[in-house]
């Protein structure tokens, strides 16, 4: 073997094992960075590139990210899917801050799931006056019956509503609101709007494009179009 078949066997085997070690690096980084986002039971995350050294200069061909039972602003969200096509994130603040910046990105899809499980301990806790709160999620709305606790009282309340979002926030949104023997108070104020995600939180730039409610879950979709 002549000196520089070796030397261009070694070069072969460096550029190989790259494509293999680099995507594994970025994957690490990306898991580590989001996991500060929306700590979650368990985080899965996926990069890729070609070549894949382009990495180190912040271009992915594409990522994944799976995340079951995260939190994000202490809302329990069963699954969170997230996909990004084509983009550009900046690897200095990644690897020197743990921090996800994506400044460019083609595409990017994420999909959320809910249940009323969580969405009803959620509603209990950031509603301080309403006590063990039913929440049922049917297939057109969202059913919540409990308590109200006004100290030297208690009510019973109803209230139906729905998934609001945009390129900003996910919100509860009341349409009907039924409190029996109120004494006139008005309640509607307790559960008008209840801000449940603050989008713009998250690393990715997205908007809400659909919320669809089947029995027991929301599913939340985002994307950037």
Known sequence: MTKKTFLIG?????????????????????DSALSKVMPARQHTVSARSFPGLSLWMGNFDGVKAASDDAR?????????????????????????????????????????????????????????????????ILQDKIQIRSDVNLGIIKLAMGVDGRIVGDAQSIRFHSDRVEVKNTGGINFGALFAEIPLLDLTRLPFKAGVRKIVMEPGFITIYADNH
């Not at 070694?10 to 990306?30: D, K, R």
């Not at 809302?75 to 996800?100: G, H, P, T, W, Y």
């Not at 806790?125 to 709160?133: C, F």
Request: charged share 30%; net charge positive.
């Open 10 to 30: 070694i070069f072969a085997a460096l550029l190989v094992s790259s494509e293999i070690v680099t995507p594994m690096i970025a994957s690490y980084w990306l």
């Open 72 to 136: 994000i602003d202490g809302l329990k969200i069963q699954e969170v899917r997230v996909k990004l096509d084509d983009a550009r994130i900046n690897m200095s603040e990644l690897v020197a801050k743990n921090r996800v910046v994506v400044q460019q990105v083609r595409n990017l899809e994420i999909v959320m799931k809910v249940n009323e499980k969580d969405l009803g301990e959620y509603l209990a806790a950031k509603v301080k006056e309403v006590k063990n709160p039913s929440v049922k």
